[in-house]
């Protein structure tokens, strides 16, 4: 099934390193981040997953909770835990969904079957509290994540979520926003009441509403 931007992230229900979730009761009112990795016991996973335990605080400040996964079952998920937290020296603090039967990557089109018919690529959906389809990114086996990147794309969503903001290119948080284009001046003077420089009239720079 292919997933677009603004989609109703599908449900499911599945096996994970925390027990049995329903994925819509576990995101609750949060936000969510789904990603997955090809495979365990390799080792761009490896290096990937320690980091993102490292960044779990940083997701949790942002209300976002993560979920890892790959095709093997739960005991392989337990002893690789054991050998990232060796490796990494972080303890994977987060659930690993067990999708041996490939059930949840086919709902979410994370195996390409040019790429490899067996394993998932590095796939990463973002995930708004209305259970809406906000990102995705589609990265090959060979070349590790960003993860930082995963939380500063978070924060511009989460910016654009509550305010009428756009974010400009390598915008990182504190930055100057843009104010949307939707946004009259008429409208912008009470949204935005530090004001604006118009470098064009369509472009309109902002400081970030929320700091
Ligand atoms: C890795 O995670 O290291 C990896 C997985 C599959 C193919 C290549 C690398």
Redesign the pocket.
């Known amino acids: 099934m292919s997933i677009r931007l603004g989609d109703d992230a599908p449900n499911f229900t599945a096996q994970t390193t925390e027990g049995e979730i329903n994925f819509h009761e576990w995101l609750g009112q949060d936000w969510g981040v789904l990603f997955s990795h090809?495979?365990d016991y390799?080792?761009?996973?490896t290096t990937e997953l320690g980091m993102a335990a490292r960044l779990k605080p940083e997701f949790d400040k942002r209300g976002v909770k993560i979920i890892g996964l790959s095709v093997d079952p739960l005991d392989s998920h337990a002893g690789w835990a054991k050998d990232i937290e060796e490796a990494q020296g972080a303890k994977v603090n987060f659930p690993m969904i067990a999708d041996a039967d490939k059930r949840v990557s086919d709902l979410y089109d994370m195996i390409h079957p040019n790429a490899s018919d067996t394993?998932t690529v590095r796939s990463v959906f973002i995930i708004g509290a209305d259970k809406k389809i906000k990102l995705m990114l589609t990265y090959p086996?060979?070349a590790g994540r960003n993860f930082d990147e995963i939380l500063r794309v978070i924060d511009s969503l989460q910016l654009t979520a509550k305010h009428s903001v756009a974010t400009p290119v390598n915008w990182k948080d504190g930055d100057d926003c843009i104010i949307i284009p939707a946004v009259s001046d008429e409208d912008a003077k009470e949204k935005f009441p530090k004001g604006w420089t118009a470098i064009k009239p369509y472009l309109r720079v902002t400081p970030q509403p929320n700091k």
Do not use: G, I, L, Q
């Not at 390799?42 to 996973?45: G, N, R």
């Open positions: 090809p495979k390799t080792p761009v996973c394993f086996a060979s």
